[in-house]
């Protein structure tokens, strides 16, 4: 079993700044990639960005050259560096992890609100 925990969602200003976190717990060893998903009111779940435990990265199209994912490997703990936020991007963001059995694992979500 893997836990997910995140951190740092919040209210900001369109054009601003966030970054939120996830620190994973549990059995690890089997884990290969991690990432963020969001969830908007009456939108389906989709893809922010993820990495793989070999640093490769993939990121959602609308948010490509705004957001950043960042790995630490030793902390068990995966970062989304939002910049330039939209009120698009409001949404609950939820930590992923997938491992080897194609077992996704998510966290409880943190909400993200972006004003005009």
């Known amino acids: 079993q893997v836990q997910l925990v995140e951190s740092g969602g919040g209210l900001v200003q369109a054009g601003g700044s966030l970054s939120l976190s996830c620190v994973a717990s549990g059995s690890m060893f089997s884990i290969n990639r991690m990432g963020w998903h969001r969830q908007a009111p009456g939108k389906q779940r989709e893809l922010v960005a993820d990495?793989?435990?070999?640093?490769?990265?993939d990121y959602g199209d609308s948010v490509k050259g705004r957001f950043t994912i960042i790995l630490d490997s030793a902390k068990n703990t995966v970062f989304l560096q939002m910049n330039s936020l939209k009120p698009e991007d409001t949404a609950v963001y939820y930590c992923h992890a997938l491992d080897d059995y194609n077992y996704d694992y998510w966290g409880q979500g943190t909400q993200v609100t972006v004003s005009s």
């Open positions: 990495i793989t435990a070999s640093y490769s990265t």
